[in-house]
């Protein structure tokens, strides 16, 4: 198989490739917001279908969804071109996705997220989805926490400034962006935006009020320094954590 996007392909390529045991579908959910002065609103979606379409290629059996945007992002709406939906469609959507995957033969869903502000959704979904249809085997991608564990980390062995890999329009997703989409980066616009501890609270005080009362320019860590070779060890280092925790996922259903 040398065809991963559901999209791309054919209503028969897609039989085929049921037939032959592809039986796993990822279904990544992105956003399309203002990631700052220096990336494009697409940042999301470019680096969750790279991430899905990296993951499949690692499970083996698996094709991947369209991805679905805009997601939930009530907390940009400050900034200029952000879009979000209201949590019941969001639902609604993802909900349809996987009704129709599995009445098409898709026995395991991976439900992704790239964006922080669907992570908390897409478990409540993943929980009642689990419970409406026991047959399928749905889990889900790297938890936010296991996010922000990981950012810390790779911050330490990049020797970056603490809190460069803020989470949001950072060095993480600009080297990533540089380099997988380098043409929807601004390096010259890159500012440093709040680059204090991302405790818990400061979270979820992002969510309920704006992101805007942290950082105006949108930004959260510190991009300026961002650079592609960077990137490509930035998402080696996500995708085996999360293929390793969808493995596991997988193994306790």
Request: charged share 25%; hydrophobic share 40%; proline share 4%.
């Amino acid at each position: 198989m040398n065809r991963y996007l559901l999209e791309e392909m054919t209503w028969t390529e897609i039989k085929e490739a049921l037939e032959k045991g592809y039986r796993t579908v990822i279904i990544c959910t992105a956003s399309i917001e203002q990631h700052g002065p220096h990336l494009a609103e697409l940042t999301d979606s470019a680096i969750g279908e790279a991430s899905a379409v990296d993951l499949a290629k690692r499970l083996g059996d698996a094709l991947v969804a369209p991805v679905i945007r805009p997601g939930l992002s009530s907390h940009h709406m400050k900034l200029p071109g952000s879009l979000t939906l209201r949590p019941e469609v969001f639902t609604g959507i993802v909900e349809d996705y996987v009704t129709a995957y599995k009445a098409h033969g898709f026995e395991k869903i991976v439900l992704l997220s790239s964006h922080g502000g669907n992570f908390k959704v897409l478990e409540e979904i993943a929980a009642n989805l689990r419970f409406k249809y026991p047959e399928l085997k749905i889990v889900t991608g790297l938890p936010l926490s296991k996010m922000l564990e990981l950012f810390k980390k790779m911050e330490e062995s990049e020797s970056l400034q603490p809190g460069a890999c803020g989470g949001h329009a950072c060095d993480y997703e600009t080297s990533v962006m540089l380099y997988l989409n380098p043409k929807h980066v601004r390096m010259d616009q890159a500012e440093e935006g709040y680059v204090g501890q991302l405790s818990e609270i400061l979270v979820n005080r992002i969510f309920k009020e704006g992101i805007t009362t942290i950082s105006p320019s949108g930004v959260m860590g510190n991009p300026s320094a961002a650079d592609a070779l960077r990137g490509s060890r930035f998402f080696e280092k996500v995708q085996l954590a999360l293929y390793e925790s969808v493995l596991a996922g997988f193994a306790e259903k």
